[in-house]
Each structure stands twice: as structure tokens, then as C-alpha cells.
């Protein structure tokens, strides 16, 4: 029976890495799979892992149709045997309700990654909809810890340095400190990511915070 299956953790909890390993598992033993990814940080149409990996992908716009697209393949003869969707946070909804149906009707097996919540702690819409429908929802096993040692469970934002919890859901952009790595955004504020454990993200506590209110003068190594 095919399977609809979720793969989450926080941002740099390995998923794209899982992603691009679990595409490499199944083709080595012949089977025909697809990628798929939205907003990836490396640009459109790819998927790309911190480890260095990446691979061309369909990027899925909000009006992508995941049931015409892979009706449309079959009926043209092609193969698939299964779907690689990373960045799935991304996907609206309905196209989480298409992929059921793919895995459902057309017995095609889909592997989704995505991270659960957004800078505000809420769910993700396309997040949500795997939860409710997905055979199974896994954690990745490799922990991003928080600047405390602790398991970091949420992703915080920052803007110039200061953690917000108000904005666009949508901004791509990665958890590098490096501020030359920061995106600059449209009015000009750097935004980067960082994760936290729940009490330092419910405080806005982030590791330059931390330094600077000298609560931990030594955040690391953790005890
Ligand atoms: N220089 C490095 N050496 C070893 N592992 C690294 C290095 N850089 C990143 N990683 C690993 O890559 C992970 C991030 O992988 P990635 O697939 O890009 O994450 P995600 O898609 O979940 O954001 C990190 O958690 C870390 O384990
Ligand atoms: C929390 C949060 C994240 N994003 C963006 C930032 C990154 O481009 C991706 C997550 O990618 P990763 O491979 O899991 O690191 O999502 C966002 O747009 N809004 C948010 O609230």
C-alpha cells in the first residue's frame, strides 16, 4: 500500500538532507520518483541541503495542481512509483488533499518534509493539513539545540538582530548568524532564523540576547 508520510523538525533539523537521501534510496533500486519544493533558499526548482546536495525539482506554485500534473504524466506513459516534496510547509491545503489522492487512487508513494510552525509558533497551512491526513508524521531523530543545550523546538525570526513575532509568514532565509548572510529584505532589515526551545522562543530569548543581558556568559557547552 502506498503511504503519505510527514518528516518534520525545526529549520536545519536535516530534512532537505532526508529529502535528497531518501530520493537517492529508492532510484538506486530502480524506482521512478519525482522532487518537488517550494521557496527552497538555493532558488526555484531545486532542492538543497546545508550538507552540500541538491537536485532540479518542480517548483510548486500556489496554483500547481499535484492530481492534473500526475494524471496528465500517467496518461502520457510516464512511470512514477513516487514523489519527493520537500518544503512542503509551503503547500496550500488543497494540494496536501491532492497528494492523499495520488498516494489513495493512483497507489504512488509520497515522501513530505517541512517544518511544523512559523516564526509566530502557529501551524503552517500546507503543515496542518499533513498532520490531519498523513499515514504518518515522524520527527527527525538529529536535534538542532538551542543556544541553552536544550532540544530547540521552535523557529524564531529575527530582523536586524531582534527576534519578531509579526510579519510576512512567508520570507525565505536562513538560521546563519553570519550578518553578510542575512536576506535582505524589501525594506532593506536583514532577516534571518534561529531556533530556540519553547521557553527561550515564548521569552525572545535568542544567543545574542542571551549574550547580551549576560544571563549566560558562557552559553556553550551546556551542562
Ligand atoms: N559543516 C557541517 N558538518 C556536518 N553537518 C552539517 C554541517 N553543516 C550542516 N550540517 C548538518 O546539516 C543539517 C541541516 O541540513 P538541511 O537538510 O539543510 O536541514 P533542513 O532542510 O532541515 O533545514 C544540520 O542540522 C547539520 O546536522
Ligand atoms: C520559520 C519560518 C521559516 N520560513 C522559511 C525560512 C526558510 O527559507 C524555510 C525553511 O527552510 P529549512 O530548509 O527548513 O531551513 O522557511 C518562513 O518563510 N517563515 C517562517 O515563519
Given at each position: 500500500m502506498a503511504e503519505l508520510i510527514f518528516r518534520t523538525g525545526t529549520m536545519d533539523a536535516g530534512k532537505s538532507t532526508l529529502a535528497l537521501q531518501t530520493n537517492h534510496n529508492h532510484a538506486a533500486r530502480g524506482r521512478v520518483g519525482r522532487l518537488f519544493t517550494s521557496h527552497d533558499r538555493a532558488g526555484a526548482a531545486v532542492v538543497s541541503s546545508r550538507l552540500g546536495l541538491t537536485a532540479l525539482a518542480q517548483e510548486v506554485e500556489p496554483d500547481f495542481d499535484f492530481w492534473r500534473y500526475t494524471v496528465d504524466a500517467l496518461t502520457q506513459g510516464a512511470r512514477i512509483d513516487y514523489f519527493i516534496c520537500d518544503?512542503?510547509?509551503?503547500?496550500?491545503a488543497e494540494q496536501v488533499d491532492q497528494l492523499a489522492k495520488v498516494v489513495d487512487e493512483l497507489q504512488i508513494d509520497v515522501f513530505c518534509f517541512g517544518i511544523l510552525t512559523d516564526f509566530r509558533t502557529r501551524l503552517f497551512p500546507g503543515s496542518a493539513r499533513l498532520v490531519e491526513l498523513a499515514d504518518r508524521t515522524e520527527v527527525l531523530q538529529v536535534e538542532a539545540l538551542c543556544w541553552c543545550g536544550k532540544r530547540a523546538t521552535h523557529n524564531a525570526r529575527t530582523e536586524d538582530g531582534v527576534m519578531v513575532t509579526e510579519g510576512e509568514v512567508i520570507v525565505v532565509g536562513d538560521v546563519d548568524t553570519d550578518p553578510e548572510a542575512a536576506v535582505h529584505a524589501a525594506d532593506d532589515v536583514d532577516v534571518a532564523y534561529e531556533v530556540l526551545c519553547r521557553q527561550h522562543h515564548r521569552r525572545g530569548m535568542t544567543a545574542a540576547r542571551a549574550r547580551a543581558v549576560s544571563l549566560s556568559p558562557e552559553p556553550l557547552p551546556f551542562p
Open positions: 518544503e512542503a510547509q509551503f503547500y496550500t
